[in-house]
Nanobody, 121 residues
Framework: QVQLVESGGGLVQAGGSLRLSCAAS????????MGWFRQAPGKEREFVAA????????YYADSVKGRFTISRDNAKNTVYLQMNSLKPEDTAVYYC??????????????WGQGTQVTVSS
């Protein structure tokens, strides 16, 4: 069993930055691909970024490419999402997920509770 706890969300002005953290317990993250997803009110949960288990390869949704960076610190069992040049359309609840290197919600086994990110214009 894996428990994931996100932190680092908040309110920021457009153009600002936030760094989200996802701390895992119950299983070492080095054995798992990890992903970040987000869900805005009235919308489906959508893929943001993923990082692979072995090589640390990454890939991103087109909407965040060049602005967001996913990284992992296996020694701390933590995955990060650095978000720069934030836009109002980035406003959503952000979720950390474990168990895959994929852009599909269905491929992940474990989810955190989410952290709210609000970007004001």
């Amino acid at each position: 069993q894996v428990q994931l706890v996100e932190s680092g969300g908040g309110l920021v002005q457009a153009g600002g930055s936030l760094r989200l953290s996802c701390a895992a317990s119950g299983r070492t993250l080095s054995r798992s691909g990890m992903g970040w997803f987000r869900q805005a009110p009235g919308k489906e949960r959508e893929f943001v970024a993923a990082i692979s288990r072995r090589t640390g390869s990454t890939y991103y949704a087109d909407s965040v490419k060049g602005r967001f960076t996913i990284s992992r610190d296996n020694a701390k069992n933590t995955v990060y999402l650095q978000m720069n040049s934030l836009k109002p359309e980035d406003t959503a609840v952000y979720y950390c997920a474990a168990g895959s290197y994929s852009g599909s919600v269905a491929n992940y086994d474990y989810w955190g509770q989410g952290t709210q990110v609000t970007v004001s214009s």
